[in-house]
């Protein structure tokens, strides 16, 4: 997959089990934060995003949790899945500011059954 | 609605040569965005493009150009190829205000040799 090689932190977790996936963000200036997930052989897939008027925002069987104080993004997915088995990447954008997304390093969650 | 496609899927190229890949948006988008995938550094944005006028940069040297039509399919060209080059290549569409969800295409993976 693309990320083959790539010393990426890692997650395991039972099958059922509720995961957390934890990403620090870097400009203090961003005000809109998302989370993709990229399984090997694709694009990134979006997954739930959240603005910075708002400290959680929930979707179906994930939660983006934001803590702006500590500059501190989590993607909580419960129930987890063999399907969920992928790379999560955070990625942050300035509304008013330049169009580019910014990506963290990535997490590699693994669900064992 | 077709996703976000990008051709060629796969591509081989030697130093010295200069490579074109294209990217065609979903329909109704009219931003496109370009990204560098390298197990080194990750996910990195290259530029972006709206209404066939580059609305951004990343910090990429001048060897990597773009272009959009009016259409809204783009394409990016890298010329005098190195083997730091060889990368997965994404491409992401969005309707085009800074917080519309940017949906990617599967990637064209280049290989400098």
């Known amino acids: 997959g693309e990320n083959v090689g790539l010393h990426l932190p890692t997650l395991s977790v039972q099958e059922g089990d509720n995961s957390i996936i934890n990403c620090a963000y870097s400009n203090s200036a961003s005000d809109y934060f998302i989370w993709y997930k990229q399984e090997s052989g694709k694009g990134p897939q979006f997954i739930i995003d959240i603005r910075s008027n708002m400290d959680k925002r929930q979707g179906q069987r994930v939660t983006v949790l934001l803590n702006k104080t500590v500059k501190h993004l989590s993607l909580q997915i419960a129930a987890t899945q063999p399907g969920d088995s992928a790379v999560y990447f955070c990625a942050e954008n300035s509304i008013q500011g330049a169009q580019k997304l910014v990506f963290g390093q990535g997490t590699r969650l693994t669900i064992n059954p | 609605k077709a996703g976000v496609t990008q051709t060629p899927r796969y591509l081989i190229k030697t130093r010295g040569q200069q490579v074109t890949l294209s990217c065609s948006p979903i329909?109704?988008?009219?931003?496109v965005s370009w990204y560098q995938q390298t197990p080194g550094q990750g996910l990195q944005f290259l530029f972006e493009y709206f209404s066939e006028t580059q609305r951004n940069k990343g910090n990429f040297p001048g060897r990597f150009s773009g272009r959009q039509f009016s259409n809204s399919r783009s394409e990016m060209n890298v010329s005098t190829l190195e083997l730091g080059d060889s990368a997965l290549y994404l491409c992401a569409s969005k309707i085009g205000t800074s917080t519309d969800t940017q949906y990617f295409g599967p990637g064209t993976r280049l290989t400098v040799l």
């Open positions: 329909s109704g988008h009219r931003s």
